[in-house]
């Protein structure tokens, strides 16, 4: 698709006509807050792994290009391979569990069944979030933070932050490309040639953040901007909240989302049905191990 027919977000492009543009920016917080906190109240992988496979609806229901989750792919191997080796050197076990001896190791089955558990949890949470910086400009987490008055202070910090999240990313790419015209294309090298090449990347891109920060303290001075929610005693216009309504959408997903997180919280509490020995893996594990 062409740029001219996408919005630019903080991590990409999205359709212009994307339907998560429907959504307040505020419902788009509140189901983000929502998506990020039940992974960590669950502990039954299979119940994250529904939740992981939801995200991945709703990036096809955003019409988000699916390519870009390729970038994130030599993380998620490289948080696989962690977690693996953290939680087969340093097992986690229960009292009185035999292990498994497999290659020289001894494996424990809670200790595998919580490495599970962990790695999905963390994959899920990093769908989440990079689907809400996917769908998101720094214009829209600003309205949405202001709508819940959140301190002008606090807010505005974000923003530059974002916007300086979204101009690493730049650079990255056009550091890349620099190298690329020099002669050095990374594509065709191996994973582990990718990886240990990567902290050469570090010193451009920071020199290039120092240049940026020094360029907007500028700008901000040159401007008489004030890091503060009134001007001349008076609280600030905010032109950006008047450009966003809320319709009837925005009240069902936001009240949906936050009484299937009370309903999460409840059953948490009251039963703990989300335990991890009440995991389908760990009977099943109990079976072959």
Not at 155 to 168: C, D, P, Q
Request: proline letters at 4%; a positive charge.
């Amino acid at each position: 698709m062409k740029h001219e027919n996408m919005r630019k977000t903080v991590l990409g492009y999205v359709p212009i006509k994307s339907p998560i543009y429907v959504l307040h920016p505020v419902s788009r917080i509140i189901l983000y807050l929502v998506m990020s906190f039940i992974p960590l109240l669950i502990q039954m992988p299979e119940i994250n792994l529904v939740l992981l496979l939801g995200t991945l609806c709703l990036f096809k229901i955003a019409r988000i290009d699916m390519k870009q989750l390729k970038i994130y792919v030599p993380m998620m191997i490289l948080v696989a391979c962690f977690i693996t080796f953290s939680y087969t050197v340093f097992p986690t076990k229960l009292d009185g569990e035999i292990p498994v001896l497999l290659f020289g190791f001894k494996l424990y089955r809670f200790s595998i069944l919580w490495a599970v558990m962990v790695y999905i949890r963390i994959i899920t949470l990093l769908l989440a979030s990079i689907f809400f910086f996917s769908t998101n400009r720094e214009r829209d987490i600003l309205v949405g933070l202001r709508c819940m008055n959140v301190p002008f202070v606090v807010s505005y910090f974000l923003g530059l932050t974002l916007r300086s999240a979204g101009m690493f990313l730049e650079d990255y790419g056009i550091v890349k490309e620099a190298e690329k015209a020099r002669g050095l294309d990374m594509e065709n090298e191996k994973f582990l040639t990718k990886v240990s090449h990567f902290p050469m990347y570090m010193i451009p891109l920071f020199t290039l953040a120092i240049r940026r920060s020094e360029d907007i303290s500028t700008g901000l001075y040159a401007k008489g901007t004030e890091i503060k929610g009134t001007y001349k005693g008076q609280k600030r216009p905010d032109y950006l909240r008047t450009k966003f309504k809320r319709t009837t959408l925005d009240y069902i997903v936001s009240v949906c989302s936050i009484a299937v997180f009370i309903g999460v919280v409840s059953l948490k509490i009251s039963v703990n049905i989300f335990a991890l020995k009440n995991s389908i893996l760990n009977v099943w594990f109990g079976s072959i191990l």
